[in-house]
Antibody
Framework: QVQLVQSGAEVKKPGASVKVSCKAS????????IHWVRQAPGRGLEWMGL????????SYAQNFQGRVTMIRDTSTSTVYMALSGLRSEDTAVYYC??????????????WGQGSLVTVSS | EIVLTQSPGTLSLSPGERATLSCRAS???????LVWYQQKPGQAPRLLIY???ARATGIPDRFSGSGSGTDFTLTISRLEPEDFAVYYC????????FGQGTKLEIK
């Protein structure tokens, strides 16, 4: 069965960087884009970007340009999301989600369990 | 950039009642790109509806989606206790915006 298993919670100081992993299993890793979505406490969902595990190409949301990097390791079927210059507003649960399509309709059917990143001095 | 606005922010209803949730886009979008998710506390979102009206596998038929252009609706025909949650719409296309969510709470 398809699974996306994320790394554990992190506590970081302002200005630091964090790297969250998302290990995929149960399907051919290179056939589905992986997106990252975050959710601040008590807030809504915010799209951060995506990576094509096949070639490694990425697309980032404008809000995160220059601060976010997404890479993949095909040998371990793992995608990584790194966020730098952390500030308190980056405290959130970070989710990875697999892109699926039916005809021309895309959606996220499979999600990771979420990784809480807390930014605090 | 397309903005999705959901209304109401909070909807208070009783089990057995009908719920109507709205998602309005700032520009016309393709129906193929409109997705609905349900999220319960401490859980990842759950796919309900894609392509504006297609139910995901395993989603009960009391959930239905409709709409086109800029106005989309998620309807829950008869609320069950497990349906009380937060609902998000998303336009599945760059930059993949989400609505701000509608909280469906027990009255």
């Amino acid at each position: 069965q398809v699974q996306l298993v994320q790394s554990g919670a992190e506590v970081k100081k302002p200005g630091a960087s964090v790297k969250v992993s998302c290990k995929a299993s149960g399907y051919t890793f290179t056939r589905h884009y992986i997106h990252w979505v975050r959710q601040a406490p008590g807030r809504g969902l915010e799209w951060m970007g995506l990576i094509n595990p096949s070639g490694g190409s990425t697309s980032y949301a404008q809000n995160f340009q220059g601060r976010v990097t997404m890479i993949r390791d095909t040998s371990t079927s793992t995608v990584y999301m790194a966020l730098s210059g952390l500030r308190s507003e980056d405290t959130a649960v970070y989710y990875c989600a697999r892109e699926d399509f039916f005809d021309t309709s895309g959606y996220y059917l499979y999600w990771g369990q979420g990784s809480l990143v807390t930014v605090s001095s | 950039e397309i903005v999705l606005t959901q209304s109401p922010g909070t909807l208070s209803l009783s089990p057995g009642e009908r719920a109507t949730l709205s998602c309005r886009a700032s520009q016309i979008i393709s129906s193929a790109q409109l997705v609905w998710y349900q999220q319960k506390p401490g859980q990842a979102p759950r796919l309900l509806i894609y392509g504006a009206s297609a139910r995901a596998t395993g989603i009960p038929d009391r959930f239905s989606g409709s709409g086109s252009g800029t106005d989309f609706t998620l309807t829950i025909s008869r609320l069950e206790p497990e349906d009380f949650a937060v609902y998000y719409c998303q336009r599945y296309g760059s930059p993949y915006p989400f609505g701000q969510g509608t909280k469906l709470e027990i009255k």
